[in-house]
């Protein structure tokens, strides 16, 4: 079945300490997405990428990283910069690069950090 | 910028109701809306897709509205059941990612 799929589902994480969510799909889909959700909150846009090595900064990009070497991987970094980085993140996936395609959702990754 | 608002932040209703969730957005100039379902804890699960030519799409007990000139969406479910407590979100494609309300919780007892 294609979809989306996303690890680690919990990830905890030290202060100071880099951590890297995994988002990997088998949809051929050409773009892909990163949104933080916060309690009570809609998504926010992190990180978008619309074709292989190429990526934008969305709304929220400060203290996070990404890179897009493989159509089908698109891994997230949160570096010690992002102060308050403990939320649920979920990866994203589109067959065109902007939102009138449409798109598709992994199952979330909940990073805390203690 | 646009801004997407759902209203009620919550929803309470007993089994066997027709219940409309509302969605509004402030800039017509969209390419789609998009409701989604989200269960506690998991991933988002897309429900119906609205291009911005269209004026409603359903599927099963579900039914979405578009009226862009006035930048309002509904969401209806008819019947409802135990099954469809859970979150549910908006989001419109306007440019390269979705913008999304916060969402409406629903919470249907038996």
């Known amino acids: 079945d294609g979809g989306i799929t996303q690890s680690p589902k919990y990830l905890f994480r030290k202060e100071g300490q880099n951590v890297t969510l995994s988002c990997e799909q088998n949809l051929n889909h050409d773009a892909m997405y990163w949104y933080r959700q916060d309690p009570g909150q809609g998504l926010r846009l992190i990180y978008y990428?619309?074709?292989?090595?190429?990526?934008q900064k969305g709304d929220i990009a400060e203290g996070y990283s990404v890179s897009r070497e493989k159509k089908e991987s698109f891994p997230l970094t949160v570096t010690s910069a992002q102060k308050n980085p403990t939320a649920f993140y979920l990866c994203a996936s589109s067959i065109g690069g902007t939102s009138y395609n449409e798109q598709v959702f992994g199952p979330g990754t909940r990073l805390t950090v203690l | 910028k646009q801004e997407v608002t759902q209203i009620p932040a919550a929803l309470s209703v007993p089994e066997g109701e027709n219940l409309v969730l509302n969605c509004s957005f402030t800039?017509?100039?969209?390419?789609?809306l998009q409701w989604f379902r989200q269960d506690p804890g998991k991933g988002l699960t897309s429900l119906l897709l609205i291009q911005s030519s269209q004026r409603e799409q359903t599927s099963g007990r579900l039914n979405a509205s578009l009226d862009k000139s006035s930048g309002r969406s509904t969401l209806y479910i008819a019947a409802s059941q135990p099954g469809d407590s859970a979150t549910y979100l908006c989001a419109v494609g306007a440019g390269t990612a979705l913008i999304f309300g916060k969402g409406t919780t629903l919470s249907v007892s038996s």
């Open positions: 800039d017509s100039a969209i390419y789609n």
């Open positions: 990428s619309q074709i292989v090595n190429d990526f």
